[in-house]
Nanobody
Framework: QVQLVESGGGLVQAGGSLRLSCAAS????????MGWYRQAPGKQRELVAA???????DYADSVKGRFTISRDNTKDTVYLQMNSLRPEDTAVYYC??????????????WGQGTQVTVTS
């Protein structure tokens, strides 16, 4: 009943920036938490950023100070601004959404993912 579509991935040089977008559609009335996961080959999946009811945010230690999650409720869209990108940021990035105020892994809904590749 909920569809999440990511966009904005691509190839960027180290030190560059990308902005990922996630458009939500369907039955989104009670979605209160949005997040971004990533998974790199041979690595554990990790939640890199989340934005909660009321606008508070949380970040993985590996991206603090470099990534910013935000949302635009008028457009039903969540963003992940990624600055100072590093090769280790290379991964498939997934948008995720949850009905819970304080969700636990896994989130209720997932997008199909968008590839981010950072070259050295």
């Amino acid at each position: 009943q909920v569809q999440l579509v990511e966009s904005g991935g691509g190839l960027v040089q180290a030190g560059g920036s990308l902005r990922l977008s996630c458009a939500a559609s369907g039955n989104i009335f009670r979605l209160v938490t949005m997040g971004w996961y990533r998974q790199a080959p041979g690595k554990q999946r990790e939640l890199v950023a989340a934005i909660f009811k009321g606008g508070s945010t949380d970040y993985a230690d590996s991206v603090k100070g470099r990534f910013t999650i935000s949302r635009d409720n008028t457009k039903d869209t969540v963003y992940l601004q990624m600055n100072s990108l590093r090769p280790e940021d290379t991964a498939v990035y997934y948008c995720a959404a949850d009905y819970r105020v304080a969700p636990r892994d896994p989130y209720d809904y997932w997008g199909q993912g968008t590839q981010v590749t950072v070259t050295s």
